[in-house]
């Protein structure tokens, strides 16, 4: 997963002569996700709280837990795999949570800054020091061990992103906007390669294009470089000039 076969003798190469499961992450892709993991579980978590998106106040309310009811209903309803561990994971959540200093919403005083960058403090170290290298060995899936308290804790704070952010109406129809633009200026790019109307590209793909015109699946790889280096208001932008809205 992750390689195009414009790279697979590259990536095939790097692999090559390692007594691992061929699947298995090397140290450096398993540290990258983990940290990917946190931030994703704390930093974002802590963003959306900010927000007003992601209620942690009431949802770490032990007096009253109807808030934190609603959310464990539809993720266990909607993450099957979480379903039969449901009153661990519940427990699990909760003993995270009675991290969290706050009882209010997020109004950005000295106070909360100081307990907001506490809470992340904690959780940030707590799941840095949750994971170590192994010793390879043959056929091994991983090289990395990660504390199962930790990955429990993660799965949890992850799901809040996808709860009251992710599955949310208002970002799920900008998401589907999105979604078309990018395929129509994909789809209109990649035709105009294929057609040689190379004009439509930076001078710089115009270059890439050229080099690469015996070869169709290298010339479709320089239009997914080309769409992917845009920012958010460059797609926005050559959409507008493709299509004339």
Known sequence: MGVY?????????VRDGHSLHPFAKSAEAAIMDWSDDITYAVHDLVDFYCAGQIP?????????????????????TRCQDLAPRRSELEKIFKEVLDYFPLDRRYAGTLEQRTGIWQFSTVLISRYVEAISL????????????I??????????????TWHYVILNN???????????????VFETMAAAAKDK?????????QEELE???????LQTRVVVDYV???TEHEVARVYALLTGK
């Open 5 to 13: 076969d414009t790279e697979r003798d590259l990536f095939t190469w």
């Open 56 to 76: 942690l106040d009431r949802l770490a309310d032990n007096n009253d837990p109807a808030e934190r009811n609603i959310f464990f209903s539809e993720i266990f």
């Open 134 to 145: 192994m010793m390879p060995r043959a056929g091994a899936t991983s090289v990395v061990a």
């Open 147 to 160: 504390k199962r308290y930790a990955e429990d804790e993660i799965r949890m704070l992850k799901e809040l």
């Open 170 to 184: 208002e970002l799920a129809t900008l998401q589907h906007g999105q979604t078309q633009t990018i395929r129509t």
């Open 197 to 205: 109307s190379w004009n439509l590209f930076p001078p710089a793909y």
């Open 211 to 217: 080099a690469a015109k015996a070869d169709p699946l």
């Open 228 to 230: 992917a280096s845009m």
